[in-house]
């Protein structure tokens, strides 16, 4: 009878023994976090590069954007393919203006592929979904009259 007491007393000093040292090495991490982690400061952390390779947004203006089809090592309905994949991502799970950006991208690349009609249909879609960007409303009025009065895609 006692070896079970004594034995309970052995297991009830270890699991104290661990708790409070447990307790006593999570303490020491959290200041010891605390006192190095390096700082913020804005004078001394050098700004972000410019990356040579950015392209500017198709909503900022699409004639930059040349390089979506060209270039890119892709065929075009590679290109398409992942084009049409960001844009429903874009239009289930991001904000309004991702998705208005990756609709501009597909239907310049739809224009790029030789597909205008497909190109219309998209930028008229995207008008009707966000009629309330007057910038964004801008820029697709002028890819369609820049489409329409084309007609081919100038690849």
Not at 34 to 51: G, I, K, Q, W
Not at 87 to 104: F, Q
Not at 113 to 124: F, I, R, Y
Request: aromatic share 8%; hydrophobic share 40%.
């Amino acid at each position: 009878m006692e070896d079970k007491i004594q034995s309970k007393k052995k297991k009830k000093t270890i699991v104290a023994v661990v708790t409070v040292v447990s307790i006593v090495v999570v303490i020491f991490l959290f200041l010891f976090s605390l006192f190095h982690l390096p700082e913020r400061n804005p004078d001394v952390t050098p700004p972000l590069s410019e990356d040579p390779g950015f392209v500017e947004s198709p909503v900022a203006g699409f004639e930059e954007t040349n390089d979506i089809m060209e270039g890119s090592g892709q065929e075009d309905s590679e290109m398409l393919g992942q084009l049409e994949m960001e844009y429903e991502n874009a239009t289930l799970n991001g904000p309004a203006s991702e998705a208005e950006e990756a609709g501009m991208r597909l239907a310049l690349a739809y224009w790029k592929a030789n597909q205008p009609q497909q190109a219309l249909d998209l930028l008229n879609s995207l008008l009707q979904q966000y009629p309330l960007d007057e910038p964004f409303v801008a820029k697709c009025k002028d890819m369609i009259a820049t489409i329409q009065g084309k007609g081919d895609c100038g690849k």
